[in-house]
C-alpha cells in the first residue's frame, strides 16, 4: 500500500498559471518534504514542515509556497509556473533524522 | 559551494562489471544515507550507515562509511541491468536531508 501518496502523477500547467500539487502520508511522520528534481540531476529540497514549523531554503523563490493543513497533507503551490519550473516534485516523510519515504512525483508541465 | 560531493556523476557499464561510487565531504556526519531512484519514481532508502568505519551488505551492493565519517563508498559487484537508476547519498543538516549530485548508472545487457 502507497503509503506517501502524490497526486496527479502528471501536471500541465500555462505559464503564469497557478497551480497546486498534493501529497498525502499514512505513516504519521512528523516532517514532510518537497524537492524539485530536473532531469538526471538530484532532488534539491524546497523546504519542509517540522509539525507545522515551515522551513525555507534560502535559495528557494517566492514563486513557491506550502501549506500543511495537518499531519496528513502538504501542498505545493506555484503562484506563477515558467518554463522554468517544469521538472519532477517530489514529497517526502521521515521521523525527525531518520529515513525518507517518498511518493512517486508529479511531473509538471509548463506549456 | 556542495556539502556532499558526489562521483562520477555518470557511469555506462556492461553487465558483470563492477563499480564503485563515492560521496565525499570536509564535514563529519552523524549518519549518511544511501537511496536508489529509478526513472519515474522516487528514492528509496538502500542503507544507512553511522558508525565510522561500518561496511554494511545488501546483496552484491557493499557499503562503507570513512573512519573520521566525512566519506562513504557504495560497490557493486557484478552489476547487473536492474541496478540501472540515479544513487542518492544523503545527510541530514538541522533536519533536512541533503542529497549529493547524484550517480546515474546505466548497466548494458
Known amino acids: 500500500d502507497a503509503m506517501v501518496i502524490q497526486n496527479p502523477r502528471y501536471q500541465v500547467t500555462q505559464f503564469g498559471k497557478p497551480v497546486t500539487l498534493s501529497c498525502s502520508q499514512t505513516l504519521n511522520h512528523n516532517v514532510m518534504y518537497w524537492y524539485q528534481q530536473k532531469s538526471s540531476q538530484a532532488p534539491k529540497l524546497l523546504f519542509h514542515y517540522y509539525d507545522k514549523d515551515f522551513n525555507n531554503e534560502a535559495d528557494t523563490p517566492d514563486n513557491f509556497q506550502s501549506r500543511r493543513p495537518n499531519t496528513s497533507f502538504c501542498f505545493l503551490d506555484i503562484r506563477s509556473p515558467g518554463l522554468g519550473d517544469a521538472a519532477m516534485y517530489l514529497c517526502a516523510t521521515s521521523r525527525v533524522g531518520r529515513e525518507l519515504f517518498f511518493g512517486s512525483g508529479t511531473q509538471l508541465s509548463v506549456l | 559551494t556542495q556539502l556532499l560531493e558526489q562521483s562520477p556523476q555518470f557511469l555506462s557499464i556492461q553487465e558483470g562489471e563492477n563499480l564503485t561510487v563515492y560521496c565525499n565531504s570536509s564535514?563529519?556526519?552523524?549518519?549518511l544515507q544511501w537511496y536508489r531512484q529509478e526513472p519515474g519514481e522516487g528514492p528509496v532508502l538502500l542503507v544507512t550507515?553511522?558508525?565510522?568505519?561500518e561496511v554494511k551488505k545488501l546483496k552484491r551492493l557493499t557499503f562503507q562509511f570513512g573512519d573520521a565519517r566525512k566519506d562513504s563508498s557504495l560497490h557493486i559487484t557484478a552489476a547487473q541491468p536492474g541496478d540501472t537508476g540515479l544513487y542518492l547519498c544523503?545527510?541530514?543538516?538541522?533536519?533536512?536531508?541533503?542529497f549529493g549530485q547524484g550517480t546515474t548508472l546505466q548497466v548494458k545487457p
Open positions: 544523503g545527510i541530514g543538516n538541522t533536519g533536512k536531508l541533503i
Open positions: 550507515v553511522v558508525t565510522g568505519g
Open positions: 564535514s563529519v556526519f552523524s549518519s
